[in-house]
């Protein structure tokens, strides 16, 4: 892959603006519309070229980004479908704290994690680290079951 030259930074280019939409709320939208076909054409990559496992996270990555996109759908049907396919989605303002709490905890679990497997992590700290990670990644997980229990158990307030 690395000797397609300007593709190989055409993709990176790509996924970090891709990346960075998705990260501001305002425009998640779009990231998780721009990064589908990005996503689609490194598992069609990764299949055909046979690499060994790494379908399976490309697979999972491109799983997420399809999740994102249904989870707009209400957004792009007017777009695909004209205005009549258009309909109202009442948004919730109550959102369970430990469930974003729990999702926090992911994301600093995944960038140790990232840390880690570049090497950036030193040494001596690395078994603990990953053990830490492990842990980290059952309590993250934990809160955002125990959000997803009381949101199904709580009413959600009036408008």
């Not at 490309?58 to 049907?77: E, P, Q, R, S």
Request: aromatic share 12%.
């Amino acid at each position: 892959m690395y000797q397609t030259g300007l593709y190989w930074q055409f993709i990176g280019a790509s996924q970090l603006v891709a990346g960075a939409l998705l990260l501001i709320p305002a425009t998640s939208t779009l990231g998780a519309a721009m990064f589908l076909p990005i996503a689609v054409n490194i598992f069609v990559i990764t299949v055909s070229l046979h690499f060994t496992g790494t379908p399976v996270i490309t697979g999972l990555m491109l799983l997420a980004n399809i999740f994102l996109v249904c989870w707009d759908y209400h957004k792009f049907a007017p777009v695909l479908f004209g205005p009549s396919a258009a309909y109202d989605v009442a948004e919730s303002p109550w959102f369970p704290r430990v469930e974003v709490r729990g999702y926090q905890l992911g994301a600093a679990t995944g960038s140790l994690l990232v840390l880690w497997t570049r090497s950036l992590v030193p040494g001596t700290l690395r078994g603990p680290a990953l053990v830490t990670c492990g842990v980290a990644v059952a309590i993250a997980v934990g809160m955002v079951v125990i959000g997803w229990f009381r949101a199904s158990r709580t009413p959600a307030p009036s408008m």
